[in-house]
T-cell receptor, first 113, second 115 residues
């Protein structure tokens, strides 16, 4: 089955700096890669996603890049703000497996004011 | 358009009791996924259902756990004879997969505590 690895497990940045979180996946048939933000005690919230026919996608301060050959994808947050502090999860899925999500282990991001 | 609803939000059970967790998908979504999140860990897939059908239960423990999504009403995740190791947050997600969209939207979760 699919295996998703995520690094780093914790990340601390100064407000205004950029944050980068990286994930690798094992199943070359995976074709959908969402990123979720989870605040303490809350539900995972989709912040951005990318499909395998696209190499990069951007939404304001958030961008995701995908390298299908290397089987890795990354989340980039620019101009970080204290409210970006949360746990971020990457995930991967494929249509033939019913789109069930395989999650990474999470990155705890702390943005220092 | 209401989001994914789950209830109860918190559930306390003693060892050996039954736990019933309910999930109502977003309006127009007929695909439901259940995930379990242990403390300080990521989410793990348990089961994928469509109305009246279990499509994939490969992530669900073989004993004590069952799930259903009847024609009318919410999806139910049922845990019989709970043990302390069942303590976790259980999230459901729904998607409009039959419209060709795979995006999953999560409910607020049910936090199960087994004493």
């Amino acid at each position: 089955g699919e295996n998703v690895e995520q690094h780093p497990s914790t990340l601390s940045v100064q407000e205004g700096d950029s944050a980068v979180i990286k994930c690798t996946y094992s199943d070359s048939a995976s074709n959908y890669f969402p990123w979720y933000k989870q605040e303490l005690g809350k539900r995972p919230q989709l912040i951005i996603d990318i499909r395998s026919n696209v190499g990069e996608k951007k939404d304001q301060r958030i961008a995701v890049t995908l390298n299908k050959t290397a089987k890795h994808f990354s989340l980039h947050i620019t101009e970080t703000q204290p409210e970006d502090s949360a746990v971020y999860f990457c995930a991967a899925s494929k249509k033939s497996s019913g789109d069930k999500l395989t999650f990474g282990t999470g990155t705890r991001l702390a943005v220092r004011p | 358009n209401a989001g994914v609803m789950q209830n109860p939000r918190h559930l306390v059970r003693r060892r050996g009791q039954e736990a019933r967790l309910r999930c109502s998908p977003m309006k127009g979504h007929s695909h439901v996924y259940w995930y379990r999140q242990l403390p300080e860990e990521g989410l793990k897939f348990m089961v994928y259902l469509q109305k009246e059908n279990i499509i994939d239960e490969s992530g669900m423990p073989k004993e004590r756990f069952s799930a259903e999504f009847p024609k009318e009403g919410p999806s139910i995740l049922r845990i019989q004879q709970v043990v302390r190791g069942d303590s976790a947050a259980y999230f459901c997600a729904s998607s409009p997969r039959d419209k060709g969209l795979e995006t999953q939207y999560f409910g607020p979760g049910t936090r199960l505590l087994v004493l």
